[in-house]
């Protein structure tokens, strides 16, 4: 198995611009996360799917994020407009039951 | 909510000794917590979890240990080397598995 697959693997924009981070899962897992890492707040979870489904978006900062899960295999994470202390690495996840497994994480700078 | 808080922020030992990480959870209902592993440049790796009905688990040069009565998790490896350098997570979630809530992390220093 390729395991959680993220691109781009780095990012680097302009303030005001919008980024899309994209994630395909591991086949067969059923719940999609997305996190954050910086160094001032470690790793904050986003937002979480199951079976495709937004469970807890709680963890999305403001209205400039979004994220989707159309298919089983597929998701995004918009930043609309970016804004440079949005620059942090974004981690997706996957799992089958409570296991995580990480993607490689797509590093975001946003100048 | 649930905080997951880590003792040391860097451990430094020589290769060959063995290792405790330490890490401390706020939420007694806590059932289920991972330790996770991530190099630089990397995402988090799964080491090992452990459920709350159990107070220790081994797992290859890896043991977790689970005091719930003090709300105290820790990872030992033995025989570390210097490819364990990295930064260790502690991660818990529950009751009933949600979501899980990370600790600040760990660094791992390996000197050969």
């Known amino acids: 198995d390729a395991g959680v697959i993220q691109s781009p693997r780095h990012e680097v924009t302009e303030m005001g611009q919008e980024v899309t981070l994209r994630c395909k899962p591991i086949s067969g897992h059923n719940s999609l996360f997305w996190y954050r890492q910086t160094m001032m707040r470690g790793l904050e979870l986003l937002i979480y799917?199951?079976?495709?489904?937004?469970?807890?978006d709680s963890g999305m900062p403001e209205d400039r994020f979004s994220a989707k899960m159309p298919n089983a295999s597929f998701s995004t994470l918009k930043i609309q407009p970016s804004e440079p202390r949005d620059s942090a690495v974004y981690f997706c996840a996957s799992s089958r039951r409570d296991e995580q497994y990480f993607g490689p994480g797509t590093r975001l700078t946003v100048t | 909510g649930e905080s997951v808080g880590l003792h040391l922020p860097t451990l430094s030992v020589q290769e060959g000794d063995n290792s405790i990480i330490n890490c401390a959870y706020s939420?007694?209902?806590?059932?289920?917590f991972i330790w996770y592993k991530q190099e630089s440049g990397k995402g988090p790796q799964f080491i090992i979890d452990i459920r709350s009905n159990m107070d220790k688990r081994q797992g290859q040069r890896v043991t977790v240990l689970l005091n719930k009565t003090v709300k105290h998790l820790s990872l030992q490896i033995a025989a570390t080397q210097p490819g364990d350098s990295a930064v260790y997570f502690c991660a818990a979630a529950g009751p009933g598995y949600s979501t899980l809530t990370f600790g600040k992390g760990t660094m791992l220093l390996v000197s050969p």
């Open positions: 799917f199951n079976n495709n489904v937004p469970i807890d």
């Open positions: 939420n007694s209902a806590s059932d289920y």
